[in-house]
């Protein structure tokens, strides 16, 4: 049956649709036009979608693993037979631009395909004709997927993917900014896969909050904020679930100063501005070698002024709108703080009046390390150039941050940048590119920007637990 994706958003609970006595608004950012209404999950709409998920546990842990990952597989290939209408509403609903929206979808379409190939071997840790030690990887049971709202789909997948290949079910609950396309995910796969395998339930915090404590779920797979993190961790200590937490950053780019200017300006753009700059690894604090401090700064000015910020929907738009008014209004808040510290702007920090959240490309010349503009995920395009003249200072400033989830350094001597990378606290540090993600490369943080691994063979490890059999072979 042909899915209609831009009305009757309905949660996915057992493999039918269920719609809610309470239902909340969701709005284009872009806008600020309510787009859809959306059902507010009733404590015991999670119940029932909990008791279906674990209900369907044992059979969907029992099936050959090949089976399962062809399950998954055909969720890839109902994403792309889906991709026109997943782009147009993920642009809706977000507010990023085209270009955005294909490498998201696009990019899910590929998650669950390759996901789809993995497997964990088990190890024989010791066989003779007396004994054999195996350690086999088994499923954790019903998982609890909590996702934000800067790529909805794509979050969600790597959430998804590995979850159901490695034998569990699942209840995942969207951003109540961002709950459309998970919605018609939900829907799509009710046509895939046996009923309670993958339950999509949509609310506000207290929805996340239920499925932190409720007792039948195992494991918390939560990508957001830090701040999130932190409570989320707290909650899942009540019967010691296991967590994977994505959390926020900070992220350096280091520059030295033999980059080619021109070309490191527009990577460095993108590096940093990427979805409207909402986006967990962008470049949030700019390095640069004080010998090419000036002309790297004019460089990126002048590259921005080509940039188009618009309505995501509109053909030629480069940006989108920031995504909801909540992070809207910190960016504003943001903006006066740097204005009222005295900050000088080489581009942007006016917010024009609606409609729509938009922030015009914004960049700081070099503030003091300890503003607010450096200090703070801004998660939107605010972006601080930042003077260093020696090596050892600028690492240091590099890694005097809670977060540590990626970095970058950009330099034609990759030895060099291979030395400063080793030393910076993050989970990933790029040379000389950035954002090169990929199914089969681990991805997670250091130190509060989260725990655990999302992605390659050890994402999927996260989905099992660890079980060893022992065998004695009785002698005849
Ligand atoms: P958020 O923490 O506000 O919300 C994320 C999700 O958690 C939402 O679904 C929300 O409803 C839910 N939630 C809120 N309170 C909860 C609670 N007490 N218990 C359970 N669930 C709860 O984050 P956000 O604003 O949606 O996303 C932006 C943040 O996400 C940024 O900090 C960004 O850096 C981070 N992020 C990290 C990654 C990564 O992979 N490390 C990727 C994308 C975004």
Redesign the pocket.
Known sequence: MAIDFFSDYTMTIDGRAASASATFEAFNPATEEVIAVVPDASRDQLEAAVAAAKKAFPAWSALPLVERQAYVARIGDAIEAHAEDFMRLLTLEQGKARAGAEWEIGGSAIWCREIAKQELAPHMAEQSDMRSVETRRVPLGVIGG??????PVL?AIWKIAPALVAGNTMVL?????TPLCTLKLGEIVRDILPPGILNVVSG??D???W??QHPDIRKIS????????R??MA?CSGNLKRITL????NDPAIVLPDVDIEKTAKELFWAAFQNSA????AAKRLYIHEDIYDELADALVAYARTVKVGDGAEQGTDLGPIQNKM?FEKLKDLLADAKAAGNRFLLGGEVADGPGYFVPITIVDNPPEDSRVVAE?A?GPVLPLLKFNDIEDVIARANNTEYG?AASVWTKDVTKGRAIAERIEAGTVWINEIHSFSPHVA?G?HKQ??IGI?NALEGLAEYTNSQTIVTNVPAI
């Open positions: 909590i996702t934000p709202w800067n790529f979050l609950k969207p951003s109540p900014w506000g915090n929805l996340g909050a499925l932190t939560f990508t957001g904020s830090t701040e999130t993190g409570r989320i909650s994505e959390l926020g950053g909402q986006f967990c690894v992070q995920e998660f989830l991805f943080g920007s989260g999302e």
